[in-house]
């Protein structure tokens, strides 16, 4: 969707919309459930949201709002952007955080955190359609945040976080493998697309991923044991690294970017984040 709304191509955004619409919507809100699965019944067998998608569709629908001049996209995507400061915004240590999701990543000793889930432009865009200071504090203390969760040789974010309620201490949390993986790549990509080009969070990728160590960058790093993936990282962390390396250079990047028979789902999704945030920084 988010793709379709930036490029212009309305058919296949109404398309994609309201068959997330009639197939993922929760009853109860305006925030859609995380999990399709079609060999299932049902096939929706997880009602629980995904708090970066819910993000990425109101964005979508935010932008599309605008392109067509279309207020019923722009209502909702303000509904999503009310619905989730109303359910996964919480406050800890004097921060402002959101929750994966509404269900399942808090308790008594600690909030569990995606820092992947902090999309920085989209806190900008839902700040327009649904006007709010949280939106500038999720921002701020994102950032904040960001600058500490920053673990092993490279100085990487995890692909999740523990955030404990006690003294404020982060850490890798238990439960999930400790590393900078499929989850935490995108948390450079969406900082550089923002604006945010020189947080250490872009740079320590960068150096990670270009370190001479390992010329073709492996797909992980273990924050704890600095241990690396037998196996290269996918041509979607690829084009994120090379979208960085053009950013931290301040160069318009000459390499066309295109998805390849070999790219599977996930690495095709963050070719696609990376052509629009190439399009929208001049890279």
Not at 27 to 45: E, G, H, I, N, T
Request: aromatic share 10%; hydrophobic share 45%.
């Amino acid at each position: 969707m988010l793709l379709a709304a930036s490029f212009g191509d309305r058919a296949t955004f109404h398309l994609v919309y309201d068959w997330t619409r009639r197939t993922l919507a929760r009853p109860s809100d305006a925030l859609f459930s995380w999990r399709y699965s079609p060999d299932r019944r049902p096939p929706v067998d997880d009602p629980n949201n995904a708090t970066d998608g819910d993000l990425y569709i109101a964005w979508a629908l935010a932008r599309a709002g605008q392109r067509w001049g279309d207020p019923a996209l722009t209502a909702a995507a303000a509904a999503i952007g009310r619905d989730l400061l109303r359910l996964v915004a919480r406050e800890i240590g004097g921060q402002l955080v959101l929750l994966p999701g509404a269900s399942g990543f808090e308790d008594e000793r600690r909030i569990v955190l995606n820092p992947s889930y902090f999309v920085f432009p989209a806190f900008v865009a839902l700040d327009q359609v649904a006007p709010d200071p949280r939106w500038r504090r999720l921002n701020n203390d994102g950032l904040t945040l960001l600058r500490r969760a920053r673990f092993g040789r490279w100085g990487l974010p995890p692909d999740w976080l523990a955030v404990y309620r006690a003294d404020g201490r982060l850490a890798p949390a238990e439960g999930w493998p400790s590393r900078f993986s499929f989850d935490a790549v995108r948390v450079p990509l969406l900082l550089a697309w923002a604006g945010h080009g020189t947080e250490p969070a872009v740079i320590a990728a960068l150096r990670f991923w270009t370190d001479p160590a390992h010329p073709i960058p492996p797909a992980w790093t273990d924050l704890r044991t600095d241990g690396l993936a037998e196996y290269p990282a996918s041509g979607g962390v690829r084009a994120i690294a090379g979208f960085i390396a053009d950013v931290v250079a301040a160069r318009a990047s000459t390499n066309p970017l295109t998805l390849a028979p070999e790219d599977d789902y996930y690495s095709s999704a963050l070719k696609m984040l990376t052509m629009v945030a190439r399009a929208e920084t001049g890279r």
